[in-house]
């Protein structure tokens, strides 16, 4: 901390050097023409002899990430967000009074050049400055080894940092908005229509979800934050529309780990007159036209894991997957008995008031899930935990629902909705009762959205698809923090 000091007292000095040169150490707009990327991309092939022959000028920004000095001259490195490239300021260039400037410089400052492109002795692609111009100084020095900043405390807290020292978190957020742009893209030709819905709820619901509560003064009420759009966006396919999709924050009460955050962003859509197995297609199109447009591939290595988006994925029913990764008999599935002996030989804890598909949901959960490598949509939900979805014709105690699972996590998950008013009010009376038994991410009842079923909701299927941990997939992160610019943590601890 001692250095600290007393580097940003020496560069504090340095403002009043400059100010008494005439220099305006936090400038203003500078006409940027050229970045490195695509300055790079254009003339980093040619020779030496091109460039001099061609005097191609540029003018770009960036700040200094390396600074060596040589008596009357100096090179320096600019970084143009994921990118630098090397400038070369010379005193007989540049002129006496710009090198002077230029003596005050430090890594972390900002500045603007104009020049044209060379190749120095070593063969680097090169800009000769013919005039630089000062635009922000850096008051406190890049950390040590700040171009392998690994500290994941300060990477995470300090995004800021973690994006200066390495140019490669750049390409991670780049990925993640080309995703977002290009399943906007989708859903917009196939013709949904993009909406916006309410972030504070009067009541939560959408979702199995503890939520964040807020107060609103002016009409002296709880306020929750979102758990999930869904009931929000079902009531606008009651109002006429057919398709709708909306790509925004959800808030969850709960912990923090390498897979969840508190607030994280979902991607959820809604389609009149379909089913859920027209969901299952559509999320292979999307998913494939995704990888093929962003990664150039239909494999992606994840973890050590080659992932397939290769069309068609398993469909595996939720009992058939719980019998066949555990190599059950099926009595398993015919009593709370049964169950609760299956799981015991896991070493599964069971609560002691667990129902028969409570237990096969924990033993669904803890051996399940972690096998599911490749894009597998399981489907067949009980309805007991499916209070949204849609009974299935054939058999009533099951849904038209799936959840879709890629490298041992839940990417998706969608079903043919439920739009009776009459089963719909049941099932959120039994959630209730579970809210009552002590169950705190039990829905409640929402009586408007059963008014609004009651006007007619046509047959309809929606799903929602996690943002942040499909960003995880196309770039190959372990850690949901690593996906998110500012994942939420523990209060920072000043000295």
């Known amino acids: 901390m001692e250095e600290l000091n007393e580097q940003r007292t020496l560069r504090i000095q340095k403002l009043d050097t400059l100010r008494n040169m005439g220099i305006q150490p936090y400038g203003t707009r500078f006409d940027v023409t050229h970045h490195i990327e695509p300055l790079m991309a254009t003339h980093g092939s040619k020779t030496k002899e091109e460039l001099e022959q061609q005097k191609i000028d540029c003018r770009l920004a960036g700040r200094i990430v390396a600074l060596r000095r040589f008596g009357k001259a100096a090179f320096a490195s ?68 700040w171009h392998g900043l690994t500290d994941i405390e ?47 709820h009067p009541i939560p619901g959408g979702a199995t979800a503890k939520p964040f509560v807020t107060h609103h003064n002016a009409l002296s009420t709880d306020l929750y934050l979102r758990v999930a759009p869904e009931l929000y966006l079902k009531r606008l396919i009651v109002g006429g529309f057919r398709r709708v999709f909306e790509i925004n924050r959800n808030f969850r009460n709960e912990g923090i780990s390498t897979i969840h955050n508190p607030e994280f962003t979902m991607l959820e859509f809604y389609q009149a007159y379909a089913d859920y197995h027209d969901l299952m297609v559509l999320t292979e199109q999307l998913l494939g036209k995704l990888a093929q447009d962003i990664c150039g591939t239909m494999t ?22 719980i019998l066949e990764f555990n190599q059950f008999d099926r009595r398993v599935l015919e009593s709370r008995e049964t169950a609760a002996d299956a799981a015991k030989t896991l070493n599964l804890d069971i609560p002691k008031d667990a129902t028969l598909i409570g237990i096969l949901n924990i033993i669904f959960e803890e051996t399940v899930e972690s096998k599911l490598t490749q894009p597998t949509f399981i489907t067949d939900y009980p309805t007991e935990i499916s209070p949204l979805s849609r009974r299935k014709d ?32 049941q099932r959120f009376e039994t959630q209730m009762a579970q809210r009552e038994a002590g169950d705190e991410e039990a829905h409640y009842l929402d009586e408007d959205f059963v008014r609004a079923l009651e006007y007619g909701m046509p047959p309809t299927a929606g799903e929602g698809i996690g943002i942040d941990r499909l960003v995880m997939l196309f770039t190959n992160q372990a850690s949901i923090r690593d996906v998110i610019l500012f994942p939420q943590l523990r209060p920072e601890k000043h000295p």
């Open 78 to 145: 600019l970084q143009d967000g994921a990118h630098r490239m090397q400038v070369y300021l010379k005193k007989d260039v540049l002129g006496d009074d710009s090198f002077r400037v230029s003596q005050e410089l430090d890594l972390g400052d900002w500045i603007g050049v104009e020049g044209h492109l060379f190749r120095t002795k070593t063969d680097e692609l090169t800009i000769e400055v013919q005039k630089m111009t000062f635009l922000s100084k850096g008051l406190r020095p890049l950390p040590e080894k």
């Open 300 to 321: 992606l290595e994840y973890q050590g894991q080659t992932i397939d988006f290769s069309p068609p994925w398993r469909r595996l029913p939720y009992f058939e997957a």
């Open 154 to 200: 300060t990477r995470y807290r300090q995004r800021y940092v973690d994006l200066i020292a390495n140019p490669e978190v750049h390409k991670i957020f780049e990925t993640r908005s080309r995703l977002i742009t290009g399943i906007r893209n989708y859903f917009t030709e196939q013709g949904f229509l993009e909406v916006e819905t309410p972030m504070m």
């Open 394 to 425: 054939s058999d009533p105690s099951l849904t038209d629902r799936f959840e879709l699972f890629i490298a041992s996590r839940e990417i998706a998950n969608g079903f043919s909705e439920l739009n009776d008013p009459i089963d719909q009010r």
